[in-house]
């Protein structure tokens, strides 16, 4: 990785602890992310937003220090361990007046120690699609948005065309041409998240 | 997947990755992976509500879009941040904001519904609102709202913060997406409601307030590309009432012209000195429709100099209102007359602003004890009163941005105590009531007079053994707010009030006759027509009555004449309205009360309409007179524009050497307004003019304008002078670069074409000057700009030009026609008018009819 490149990813950005810029767009980024996975863990939502603010402080101390080697894993199954350390550190000191938790030791983390968390990934795939969801709605003919967005809640190509006026194969390139966007979406974003970008 | 990248550069767990979203699956996979990401769970519960999904986070709360389960309402539902780990000092702060904001009761803020407690933690519920963020709004889907529309929005948004300031509530986070629009249709019409969002951040001015880090925690909270540049200093000082404004011109700025005024997309170094050095790039140039008193308007808000600000977002309110009524700003820099201009456009109750504030209103505490002292229950009532209004006023804090805002806090609070303390005691609730009205009226605050006086009528009306004269005293006060405001309910309101008047006193009474003055100035200032008839027998039966009781020299008989004035100015009877202004500054002259500030108010008046009907000689006197009343009055600051009236006088009087002391001496005077170091030496008036043009290309954005206008009356001068070559050599010295400083200097560029033409005229080529003259018509010939009277005067002068009584070539019909429009735009008495038909005359006396 180039510390000079142009364009700082986010993950090299947060190496500078004083960039809020930042921070704040990590935890808009996965904020929710940790806080869906606790609830799903069984934490209470106020519990979950605490797990959240403790995964914070720990990324910002770990942060300045991180150096992404994708032969030992990626962001996100780091941030997993992250989060799940964090809820047993929570959990266990939850009456203490003094809640800390330690930062995950860099070196010990690796890819395949831990079994597949299958809710992460599953929240975490979510995550995923919903922000590309919004970025192609954003961005495109507001139009076509409508039209994908029928298809989207199971509508037939046949149907969609039908209320919209329109051609079934125009239909058809609109959905194609939804899908293009959003796996291009997605690849850009997951490698923004490992730093690639 | 080639489209996207999956290169070589790629690891291969990015390959797995994207392969969870089913792209290369069979059956659509991919769809139905996108649909499932839409439906999410819960994320828990608050009582009795259910929380669904984040939708924001502050400096300090969370907020969450939740449905309450009983009725399936939408409302928003904010937590603190940090939870358990907060600080007792945060939650403390937190809870303590959430009064506040509780407190908040404004059509454009969020309103709050509950408060509520979750495991030990406070949660507040606040209404839920289903907008777009200003910025989207203001895009309107790729194309700009209009000016029109985006201005009152943004009005409604400073009276929303206006609301909080003087509740003591500073938002300190004000950022398009802290404001959402949402939209009401009617049929084929739409309106829009900004609503503020967002007090997560708000710091409550009142009480012991907590030291700066607790809020900062050594970090800047607020959002970088709206933070006010005093902000950004190393202190990290907490955002106080100013920043809020600046915060706002930012906004203002950026739904004008889709971007924001400084470089916020670079590192954060570049963004803080972009924030504190950087000029923002000027609007008018770039953004059609943006004119300068718009543009003046925001870059004042966004001074750097926190002072350099208005002091109050409801100053910002104001001359956002004056823009868009037409009237002149107060951010605007004044022109020749200007500022004369502005003063006859106050009106008398004004004297009062001169008063210290504090002393305005101890003087009515007093004022309420003295007057009602003859009866021992009303003496209670008044002792109550003037101990509410005494106590008020001790507990008021007055090191506050700006004396302003702290005398509104005052009058805020006075208004909310009264309501809960003196339940009991309707009369003295209703005296306090009045006695708040009557200051913000004093302060020309008169919306928030209204209500204030609303209740004081009301409580009034329910007295058993009401004293109708109060009771008047209240409607016209009332009544005076309403004309302010252009309601109509004004006119009845004055009406009720001099019927109780007539029924209660014998006449001539000096009350009846305030009563009529106030009925004369509601019929004047009404728009659906101006009542002029109605409200001229009224003032008449007023000064009449006035002179009956209180005496032909009494200030309320100078006052109704100066009101009188005015009327006839805005009926264009100039010629009246002089004689009116003349009578009302001779009740203080008869009784040498010159140093009467009401007394340079009329004179102001006085001097302006004589310069319109072109008695330019008493002019020179009143001037004169004005000069050093003003300058002890107003300060050295406020004598430039009277300067140029005063060398614009003597150009009209042929007195071309004394005009040129003076202008230079207004020239010093305008270089002190621009900050611009005054030239050392004893230079001449038109060294100076050199000089003030070698600063144009460098001048503030905001100087500009004016600068140019100086520059160009001064040409003016020269011609009148007939010193063609000085005109000439100053034009064509402003000619290459006035596009590039003042693109929409549309009135300069088009004078400075028919100076152009004035000269080729004299010079004996008349064809030449119909040709500038016509490309100055071309200028002023744009839609939307109300030029309706260069362009009548400019036609004139290409009416007079073409006609040429050496060959007996008159064209008498398009000069009568020239004339008449004339007379539409300027009325009769204005000296145009005037001297056109004279000059018509003439033309008829030397020209037989064919």
Same mark, same amino acid.
């Given at each position: 990785m180039n510390p000079d490149t142009t364009r700082a990813s986010l993950l090299l950005r947060m190496r500078d602890p004083d960039d809020h810029r930042a921070w704040h767009d990590f935890d808009a980024a996965y904020g929710e992310l940790i806080v869906r996975y606790c609830r799903a863990r069984g934490l209470q939502l106020s519990d979950a937003e605490d797990v959240r603010q403790l995964v914070m402080l720990s990324l910002s101390k770990s942060m300045p220090r991180f150096e992404y080697r994708p032969e030992i894993g990626r962001f996100r199954d780091y941030l997993r361990r992250t989060v799940r350390n964090a809820i047993t550190r929570y959990m266990q000191r939850?009456?203490?007046?003094e809640i800390g938790i330690d930062t995950i030791a860099l070196e010990s983390m690796s890819v395949g120690d831990d079994a597949m968390d299958a809710e992460w990934d599953r929240q975490w795939t979510q995550l995923h699609c919903r922000t590309a969801l919004r970025s192609l709605r954003r961005e495109s003919d507001p139009r076509h948005v409508d039209v994908f967005e029928r298809l989207l809640n199971g509508d037939s190509i046949q149907c969609a065309a039908e209320s919209f006026g329109m051609s079934p194969e125009s239909v058809r390139k609109i959905k194609q041409r939804a899908k293009q966007r959003l796996q291009a979406l997605i690849a850009r974003q997951l490698r923004q998240e490992d730093g690639l970008d | 997947m080639t489209d996207f990248g999956a290169s070589n550069s790629t690891p291969d767990d990015a390959v797995i990755d994207l392969a969870r979203f089913g792209f290369d699956d069979a059956n659509d996979a991919w769809l139905h992976v996108f649909r499932n990401a839409q439906i999410v769970e819960p994320l828990g519960r608050v009582g009795e509500y259910e929380l669904q999904a984040e939708i924001g986070r502050g400096g300090q709360g969370i907020v969450y879009r939740a449905r309450r389960t009983r009725d399936d309402q939408h409302v928003a539902i904010k937590r603190l941040i940090g939870g358990k780990f907060a600080t007792a000092d945060l939650r403390r702060r937190f809870e303590r904001e959430m009064q506040a904001i509780a407190a908040l009761n404004h059509p454009n803020i969020a309103r709050a519904i509950d408060v509520v407690d979750d495991d030990d933690q406070p949660v507040i519920v606040m209404e839920f609102i289903d907008g777009e963020s200003l910025t989207t709004w203001a895009r309107a889907h790729g194309n700009r709202r209009p000016i029109a529309e985006v201005i009152p929005l943004f009005v409604d948004v400073c009276d929303a913060v206006q609301h909080a300031h003087i509740r003591g509530v500073i938002h300190r986070d004000l950022k398009p997406s802290n404001v959402l629009v949402t939209t009401q249709r009617r049929g084929e019409s739409r309106s829009y409601r900004p609503v503020v969002l967002d007090f997560g951040m708000a710091r409550v001015l009142n009480g012991s307030d907590l030291p700066s880090n607790a809020t900062t925690s050594g970090r800047f909270l607020g959002t970088l590309a709206y933070a006010a540049p005093e902000q950004l200093k190393g202190d990290l000082r907490p955002a106080d009432a100013l920043a809020d404004i600046y915060a706002l011109g930012v906004m203002l700025y950026e739904a004008l =012209?889709?971007?924001? $005024?400084?470089?916020? =997309?670079?590192s954060l170094g570049e963004t803080v000195r972009s924030i504190q050095e950087k000029m923002p790039e000027r609007l008018s140039a770039s953004v059609p429709g943006v004119s300068r008193e718009l543009e003046a308007i925001i870059f004042k808000a966004l001074s750097?100099? &926190?002072? /350099?600000?208005?002091?109050s977002v409801d100053a910002l309110a104001a001359d956002l209102r004056r823009f868009l009524a037409g009237d002149p700003v107060m951010a605007r820099a004044p022109g020749t007359l200007y500022l004369a201009g502005k003063l006859i456009r106050r009106h008398p109750v004004t004297f009062a602003v001169g008063l210290s504030i504090f002393a305005l209103v101890s003087t009515l505490a007093t004022a309420l004890v003295v007057a009602n002292a003859h009866e021992k229950a009303a003496l209670r009532v008044a002792k109550t009163t003037s101990d509410f209004l005494a106590e008020t006023l001790a507990a008021a804090e007055p090191d506050r941005s700006g004396a302003d805002v702290t005398l509104l806090e005052v009058l805020a609070q006075a208004g909310n105590r009264a309501e809960r303390e003196l339940s009991g005691s309707p009369e003295a609730a209703a005296q306090v009531y009045i006695a708040i009205g009557k200051t913000y009226n004093s302060l020309w605050r008169w919306r928030d007079a209204i209500p204030h006086l609303e209740k004081a009528t009301q409580l009034l009306r329910t007295l058993? /053994?009401?004293d109708d004269d109060v009771l008047a005293k209240a409607l016209t006060s009332l009544g005076r707010a309403y004309t302010s405001v252009r309601d109509p309910k004004a006119r009845q309101i004055q009406e009720e009030a001099l019927a109780i008047r007539r029924r209660l006193f014998d006449e001539p009474d000096a009350r009846i006759a305030e009563s009529l003055k106030e009925l004369a100035y509601a019929l004047q200032q009404a728009? @659906? $027509?101006?009542?002029w008839d109605l409200a001229e027998a009224c003032y008449e039966e007023a000064i009449a009555m006035y002179h009956a009781t209180l005496g032909p020299d009494d200030r309320e008989t100078a006052s109704c004449l100066h009101n009188f004035g005015w009327m006839r100015v805005r009926q264009r009877r100039y010629a009246d309205a002089v004689e009116l202004y003349r009578q009302a500054i001779d009740t203080f002259r008869r009784t040498n009360r010159r140093d009467d500030p009401f007394y340079v108010e009329c004179l102001f008046g006085y001097s302006a309409q004589l310069s319109v009907v072109g008695r330019d000689e008493e002019n020179l006197d009143v001037i004169n007179e004005l000069v050093p009343r003003l300058r002890a009055s107003h300060g050295e600051s406020e004598i430039g524009d009277l300067l140029w009236a005063k060398a614009e006088t003597l150009v009209q009087l042929g007195q071309f050497d004394a005009a040129d002391d003076v202008y230079a001496d207004a020239f010093t005077a305008f270089f002190d307004w621009c900050d611009i170091k005054t030239p050392s030496t004893d230079r001449d008036a038109d060294a100076l003019c050199d000089e003030l043009i070698d600063h144009l290309p460098a001048m503030a954005s905001d100087k500009t304008g004016p600068a140019l206008s100086v520059v160009e009356a001064f040409a003016h001068s020269r011609i009148a002078a007939s010193r063609f070559e000085r005109a000439e050599a100053i034009f064509d010295r402003l000619n290459p670069g006035i596009d590039q400083w003042a693109p929409d200097a549309v009135l300069t560029r088009a004078s400075i074409l028919e100076g152009r033409a004035e000269i080729a005229n004299a010079g004996g080529d008349p064809l030449l000057a119909q040709q500038w003259l016509s490309r100055a018509l071309e200028i002023v @010939?744009? &839609?939307?700009? &109300?030029f309706d009277r260069k362009r009548a005067w400019l036609e004139r002068q290409l009416a007079v030009i073409l006609s040429d009584p050496t060959t007996h070539q008159v064209d008498f019909q398009r000069l009568t026609e020239v004339y008449e429009r004339l007379a539409d735009v300027y009325g009769l008495d204005h000296r145009r008018t005037r001297e056109t038909r004279q000059l018509i005359e003439k033309l008829r006396r030397e020209i037989p009819p064919q």
């Open positions: 939850h009456n203490n007046d | =012209a889709g971007r924001n $005024p400084h470089l916020v =997309a670079g750097k100099a &926190p002072t /350099d600000r208005y002091q058993p /053994d009401l728009t @659906d $027509p101006p009542q @010939d744009k &839609p939307g700009f &109300p």
